[in-house]
T-cell receptor, first 115, second 114 residues
Framework: DARVTQTPRHKVTEMGQEVTMRCQPILGHNTVFWYRQTMMQGLELLAYFRNRAPLDDSGMPKDRFSAEMPDATLATLKIQPSEPRDSAVYFC???WGTGNSHEQYFGPGTRLTVT | SQKIEQNSEALNIQEGKTATLTCNYTNYSPAYLQWYRQDPGRGPVFLLLIRENEKEKRKERLKVTFDTTLKQSLFHITASQPADSATYLCALDPGTGGYNKLIFGAGTRLAVHP
């Protein structure tokens, strides 16, 4: 069955290193979201795209985070340079974004640890 | 300020009973509200959506109510089972119309004991 995939599932890196997380949305979905989840802050929206165009990235620290959709089957989230406070689980989600379909389908997440 | 509040304490109930989870919000006018289930180590899974003009929505053993006057949604699981144990998140559209981002509550952890 169709599902959102994310790679890597786990990433441990040292402070200052670049981190790239990848997401393959469900085929046919035109809206892709990036979230971050921590115990303290819960699930926070970082950025989202519709038809590959960025719609809102107000939740993302602009100086170190960047999100792109090079094509309809790939979304990326980069952190450069990474910091210990970036340690969290990063989720990608996708949806249809049309008509009455508002639900989002989440991937399994990338657990990032920055030491 | 805008807030979504869910019971931060875990809800412990006996198998077979009805679990009721609460989601309260302030300073939003959502066109719809959604409930998701999240199991440890996994992403949230969509359960139900209820619109501002709907009072109640049902799906199998699940029931959601939406009171825009009280600014509250209740999520009920009837005949609860240990397999229902998970964290349940409410999420709302900030109310600007169209297909928008969701704002999530912190979630309530439900534990159903045999």
């Amino acid at each position: 069955d169709a599902r959102v995939t994310q790679t890597p599932r786990h990433k441990v890196t040292e402070m200052g290193q670049e981190v790239t997380m990848r997401c393959q949305p469900i085929l046919g979905h035109n809206t892709v979201f990036w979230y971050r989840q921590t115990m303290m802050q819960g699930l926070e929206l970082l950025a989202y795209f519709r038809n590959r165009a960025p719609l809102d990235d107000s939740g993302m620290p602009k100086d170190r985070f960047s999100a792109e959709m090079p094509d309809a089957t790939l979304a990326t989230l980069k952190i450069q340079p990474s910091e210990p406070r970036d340690s969290a689980v990063y989720f990608c989600a996708s949806g249809w974004g049309t008509g009455n379909s508002h639900e989002q389908y989440f991937g399994p997440g990338t657990r990032l640890t920055v030491t | 300020s805008q807030k979504i509040e869910q019971n931060s304490e875990a809800l412990n109930i006996q198998e077979g009973k009805t679990a009721t989870l609460t989601c309260n919000y302030t300073n939003y006018s959502p066109a719809y509200l959604q409930w998701y289930r999240q199991d440890p180590g996994r992403g949230p899974v969509f359960l139900l959506l209820i619109r501002e003009n709907e009072k109640e929505k049902r799906k199998e053993r699940l029931k959601v109510t939406f009171d825009t006057t009280l600014k509250q949604s209740l999520f009920h699981i009837t005949a609860s089972q240990p397999a229902d144990s998970a964290t349940y998140l409410c999420a709302l559209d900030p109310g600007t119309g169209g297909y928008n981002k969701l704002i999530f509550g912190a979630g309530t952890r439900l534990a159903v004991h045999p």
